[in-house]
């Protein structure tokens, strides 16, 4: 870690940072809210002129300099192993043609910009591509999936001040990811047991993982991937993920709770309402980061679901408009974060179109309203 003078003191509090997230996930009394945020736009690192000067390159050194709660997770080998190579295919006028990680043909731009890249094919399309994929990287016993636990024990070790999660992977966001948005919706129609069997794979892995660790280390919280909606919605209806995927979820649950983990939250960018009972059904509690614009204020689901916990859930587009906007939307966050079961912080990575003005202000005025 560079050498820094951080640029915000930390925010003052009689307990530790572990105990007022527990405490405050859990609708408990708190000192004050726990301070985070979900990090920055690649380009943050190279247009804000406040992380230029300071040498800030990266998230972990922008949590230290701007004096964040510390938070921590511990991730396993619940997907791919080995990987597909990545290489570059050839060129289309200003796109790079790749193949990436999960096997899919992308186009993306070659200055390197943020962007979501614009996916062609995949290598799986029928259940002999599945079964051929499978067979070479899925396997239960590769040795990437094999933890090494004490050496988690000696860098998280049980008097440790800081919240810890599992990251429990994904049941089919990380698939949509391989057959594409399209191949996704093929596959649904075309070959409904093979799409199953991904989940069922999925599952499979994240269980032998957790295995190895609960019960060894003592966890805060869960986490999970899906990203499976947009602004209308959930790819595949909610029936499909209440007779699949839901299953497997609840069985990760009752891993969860029989060692005393309560806390599980997915992200899941969109609007996840139509998804929401499914969550909570399964024992998913918590929307992380929650985006606004695609689905609706925090306060409505909060008010709606009273189990419902959400990490997140500040509008950047608020962020981006200035302080008069900042402090309007600040304030009506102010009701929820004192129930508890809410941390607020922006709702997905920050855009550089946020400030470096805006984004200070934001911060001290999180820490009046919250700190």
């Known amino acids: ?3 820094f003078a951080p640029i915000r003191a930390a925010w003052k509090g009689e307990l530790t940072p572990r105990e007022r997230f527990s405490r ?3 609708f408990q009394d708190v000192d004050r809210s ?5 990090g920055y736009w690649d380009e943050n690192y190279t247009q804000w002129d406040i992380f230029v000067q300071n040498g800030i390159t990266c998230e972990e050194e922008a949590n230290v300099f701007f004096s964040f709660d510390p938070i921590a997770m511990v991730f396993g080998g619940v997907w791919m192993d080995p990987p597909f190579p990545y290489k570059e295919i050839g060129r289309n006028g200003n796109k790079l043609i790749v193949q990436n990680e999960d096997g899919l043909t992308a186009q993306i731009a070659q200055d390197k910009r943020s962007s979501i890249p614009h996916f ?3 290598t799986i399309k029928t259940p002999d591509d599945w079964k051929k994929v499978k067979e070479e990287r899925f396997r239960l016993n590769s040795p990437a999936r094999k933890m090494d636990v004490d050496a988690l024990i000696r860098a998280h070790p049980p008097g440790r001040d ?3 999660g599992i990251h429990c992977g994904s049941m089919i966001g990380k698939i949509r990811d391989m057959l594409t948005f ?3 919706c093929y596959t649904w129609a075309d070959y409904p047991d093979m799409l199953e069997d991904m989940v069922e794979t999925c599952c499979t892995l994240v269980e032998n993982m957790l295995d190895q660790v609960l019960g060894r280390i003592d966890f805060d919280y869960a986490s ?3 990203d499976i909606c947009f602004n209308y919605g959930p790819i595949l209806p909610p029936l499909f993920f209440k007779e699949v995927v839901m299953p497997r979820y609840s069985r990760i649950h009752k891993k969860l709770l029989n060692h005393g983990i309560d806390i599980w939250y997915t992200d899941c960018d969109g609007d996840v309402r139509p998804l929401l009972p499914i969550f909570l059904e399964s024992g998913i509690n918590c929307l992380f980061p929650y985006e606004v614009n695609s689905c609706a204020h925090p306060g409505e689901l909060l008010d709606q679901y009273p189990t419902l916990r959400i990490m997140g859930g500040v509008d950047k587009m608020q962020m981006i408009a200035g302080p008069a906007a900042i402090e ?4 009506s966050l102010v009701p929820y974060v004192k129930r508890g079961g809410f941390i607020p912080f922006c709702d997905h990575r920050c855009p550089p179109d946020v400030t470096p003005e805006n984004y200070l202000f934001y911060l001290d005025l999180k820490r009046e309203l919250f700190g």
Not at 34 to 38: A, G, K, Q, T, Y
Not at 328 to 331: A, D, E, F, V
């Open 120 to 122: 062609t094919d995949s």
């Open 24 to 26: 405050q996930m859990r």
């Open 182 to 184: 399209e191949g996704l």
């Open 224 to 226: 999970g991937w899906e």
């Open 34 to 38: 726990f301070n985070m945020e979900f």
């Open 162 to 164: 800081y919240p810890l």
């Open 1 to 3: 870690m560079k050498n």
């Open 328 to 331: 309007s939307y600040l304030k």
